[in-house]
């Protein structure tokens, strides 16, 4: 089997992986805007749009260590393509469906849909590129999905005053598929060297990964921080901004689009400066130890005042969430390259189960303050002051010294 030439490998690579990384982040934060229309509609009260909402994250975190061996086994072409198949019928599914438990089993299928686009391609740079390219090659892939978190607030806003949330949905759909008909026709399959490891070899590696001293420091951080901002993102930063800082819609879409300029931009700077930093003696642990710092402080400023410098700090919170994943480099590190797929989708699993049921929890909690008396904004300050304190919790573990080995 011949190689396809550097020029058109990055082509047939890239493009398809990035055109799939950008849905699976239109669909993570596409309820930011339609939620609040849906529920409108069918009458849903906070805790069951957060139910609604977080399913996404559910099935996407549930998918992660099967993801895992499945790309290697099968590689990241077959396996992204037919999963996107199930993204697609997921969004008919919500696009067709009257009451919660259609729109939630539509959510649930597109979050297991697009589960493998983020590490479907870090497996193909993997295969096809030397180690040296991957920072860059991760951090334009990333901006793939900023640009889709971009999409998700204001052009969404606009389109909603031209047709309903059922037909933008199922025109999602439909992209979903072609997207999927591309990867099918254009990625090239790497192949086989007759080395992939059994069923039982690759549960023996997860295993290593639970084990492991150096996964336990980071997984809090990625179930609390970035898990934590997606589901603010995706959902309650805008309940929060209308309720706490009265934002109307369209303010509401102008700001999650600055949130989405400024994650851009973080993706952007990890792919150009990303390698020449490690080269200047500026180790990426570092930098992500001052970007999670600097989310904290920006995240408790919002929590303390609310009405203070939102424009600047939502999208300061936005730009350190981007570089929240120089994690999945830090952890992969301790691991054999043979395992890194493992330890990434590892990683991922509490990623979004952090996703999850921060997001749900959310609802959940305001809906039962404000049984107990609490009016509306109380009810998202005290939430939203919880997720702080977890949050504190999680860096303080991740600061710690550690012990020589």
């Not at 994250?57 to 396996?79: E, H, I, N, S």
């Not at 999208?315 to 120089?326: D, E, Q, R, T, Y």
């Not at 999945?328 to 990434?344: C, D, E, H, I, K």
């Amino acid at each position: 089997m011949s190689h396809p030439d550097p020029r058109s490998l990055m082509l047939r690579l890239f493009l398809p992986f990035a055109a799939g990384y950008f849905l699976s982040y239109l669909y993570r934060t596409v309820n930011a805007v339609l939620g609040p229309v849906i529920a409108g509609e069918l009458a849903l009260p906070d805790n069951a749009l957060g139910l609604l909402t977080s399913t996404y994250f559910l099935a996407f975190g549930a998918a992660q260590l099967p993801l895992g061996m499945l790309l290697d086994r099968f590689g990241p072409r077959r396996v992204e393509a037919a999963l996107l198949c199930v993204a697609a019928a997921g969004a008919a599914v919500f696009a067709l469906a009257d009451g919660l438990s259609g729109l939630t089993l539509g959510r649930a299928l597109i979050g297991l849909g697009v589960s493998a686009c983020l590490m479907a391609s870090f497996k193909a740079f993997t295969q096809w590129f030397p180690p040296e390219r991957q920072a860059s090659l991760t951090g334009w892939i990333m901006a793939s999905g900023g640009l889709g978190a971009l999409a998700a607030a204001k052009p969404l806003e606009i389109a909603l005053g031209f047709t309903g949330w059922r037909e933008i949905v199922l025109a999602l759909a439909l992209i979903t598929l072609l997207v999927a008909a591309l990867l099918w026709r254009l990625v090239p399959d790497k192949p086989s060297t007759g080395n992939s490891a059994s069923f039982a070899e690759q549960m023996a590696g997860i295993r290593q990964i639970f084990a492991s001293a150096h996964f336990w420091r980071y997984a809090p951080m990625g179930f609390c921080f970035t898990g934590g901002f997606m589901a603010v993102q995706g959902l309650w930063a805008s309940r929060w901004m209308n309720v706490l800082e009265q934002l109307d819609a369209t303010a509401v879409a102008a700001r999650l689009t600055w949130m989405g300029v400024a994650m851009l931009g973080g993706f952007l700077f990890m792919g150009f400066f990303a390698t020449a930093l490690v080269h200047r003696g500026v180790p990426l642990d570092k930098l992500f130890r001052w970007a999670m710092l600097t989310a904290f402080a920006a995240f408790a400023a919002i929590c303390l005042q609310p009405g203070w410098a939102g424009d600047w700090l939502w999208p300061l919170l936005g730009a350190c969430f981007s570089l929240s994943n120089i994690a999945y480099s830090l952890v992969a590190q301790a691991f054999p390259p043979t395992m890194s797929g493992r330890a990434n989708t590892a990683l991922n699993l509490l990623v979004f189960f952090g996703a999850f049921g921060l997001q749900w929890g959310i609802g959940g909690f305001v809906d039962a303050l404000q049984a107990a008396g609490q009016d509306t904004a109380a009810a998202y300050r005290t939430a939203f002051y919880c997720l702080l304190g977890l949050q504190a919790l999680s860096l303080i573990w991740f600061l710690r010294p550690r012990r020589a080995v």
